[in-house]
Nanobody, 115 residues
Framework: QVQPVESGGGLVQPGGSLRLSCAAS????????MGWYRQAPGKQRELITA???????NYADSVKGRFTISRDNAKNTVYLQMNSLKPEDTAVYYC?????????WGQGTQVTVSS
């Protein structure tokens, strides 16, 4: 079963930016809607943004206007550009299909927003 690999996380100051990447092998990647999810300490994993195979996007209110999801189907990769980061964005970030039924969960990438 395909397991996406997330990368690009790190420690950043409030107001800073990060770009996350998610690579998933296999030619079937391009047919699925993909999403970025996050899990903060003590909280359940939540969907924050998704993109269809054709590029239509939607965002949770908590990240709208600050985060941008994109995909490159030729590279089987989904991106998450995160700007104006806030301490409450601190979480482990994962990607998966939307709904999350076509891939296994990866290890995620830690994003910590702190001064």
């Amino acid at each position: 079963q395909v397991q996406p690999v997330e990368s690009g996380g790190g420690l950043v100051q409030p107001g800073g930016s990060l770009r996350l990447s998610c690579a998933a092998s296999g030619s079937i990647f391009s047919i699925y809607a993909m999403g970025w999810y996050r899990q903060a300490p003590g909280k359940q994993r939540e969907l924050i943004t998704a993109i269809t195979s054709g590029g239509v996007t939607n965002y949770a209110d908590s990240v709208k206007g600050r985060f941008t999801i994109s995909r490159d189907n030729a590279k089987n990769t989904v991106y998450l550009q995160m700007n104006s980061l806030k301490p409450e964005d601190t979480a482990v970030y994962y990607c998966n299909s939307e709904p999350p039924v076509y891939f296994t969960w990866g290890q995620g990438t830690q994003v910590t927003v702190s001064s």
